[in-house]
């Protein structure tokens, strides 16, 4: 059964394990999902880090705060990045995201160049939380079909972290 087959946000094994510079990174991203939280605004969180090891990006969902309804995590990762940071450098890039990306924060990372995701919770646990309010839906679409029409290999990895991931979520979302 694929992971992204279960329907619960109940604590279960990581269907992705995670080495330990993933692991460090990816909880960097969750804690800038609880900081986006703390702010009044959705609760995601996410860092790009280089081939290198280098923090080249760090943001918080911020949607709230500024009313735009682009202000994702990982779009406003991938702003930071811009014009200063060449594409063969992110090609190597990991984008570390505290929730599987939406189909927008995919195509910014399609866009940019970006090589490699590794994320939190998956969308599927996700809409668990949000419910069935209509401004609370997202287009169910896996950020893995996003990548997999991209003419340039990226690599995901997730959901992982599952239960650090699920965290800022829980008492969050209205249903």
Same mark, same amino acid.
């Not at 690599?155 to 008492?171: K, Q, Y």
């Given at each position: 059964m694929s992971a992204l087959m279960f329907a619960t946000p109940a604590p279960l094994e990581d269907p992705m394990p995670l080495g330990d510079a993933d692991g460090t990174y990816l909880r960097q991203a969750i804690a800038l999902s609880h900081t986006a939280r703390a702010r009044g605004n959705r609760p995601f969180g996410a860092v790009v880090v280089g081939g290198d090891g280098?923090?080249?990006?760090?943001?918080?969902?911020?949607?709230?705060?500024?009313?735009?309804?682009?202000?994702h995590a990982e779009t406003n990762a991938v702003r930071q990045l811009g014009p200063k940071v060449p594409r063969e450098v992110l090609s190597n890039a990991t984008l570390y995201s505290s929730g599987e990306p939406c189909v927008m924060c995919a195509g910014a990372i399609f866009w940019s160049g970006?090589? &490699? *995701?590794?994320? /939190?919770?998956? @969308?599927?646990?996700? &809409? *668990?939380?949000? /419910?069935?309010? @209509?401004?609370?839906?997202?287009?169910?679409?896996?950020?893995?079909?996003?990548?997999?029409?991209?003419?340039?290999?990226?690599?995901?990895?997730?959901?992982?972290?599952?239960?650090?991931?699920?965290?800022?979520?829980?008492?969050?979302?209205?249903?």
């Open positions: 280098k923090l080249l990006a760090e943001a918080y969902c911020n949607t709230t705060e500024t009313g735009d309804c682009t202000g970006i090589g &490699r *995701v590794v994320f /939190g919770i998956d @969308a599927v646990r996700l &809409r *668990v939380f949000r /419910g069935e309010r @209509a401004e609370q839906r997202d287009a169910e679409l896996s950020c893995r079909d996003v990548f997999a029409a991209s003419p340039h290999a990226i690599e995901c990895i997730g959901p992982a972290l599952l239960d650090e991931a699920s965290l800022p979520h829980v008492g969050f979302w209205k249903s």
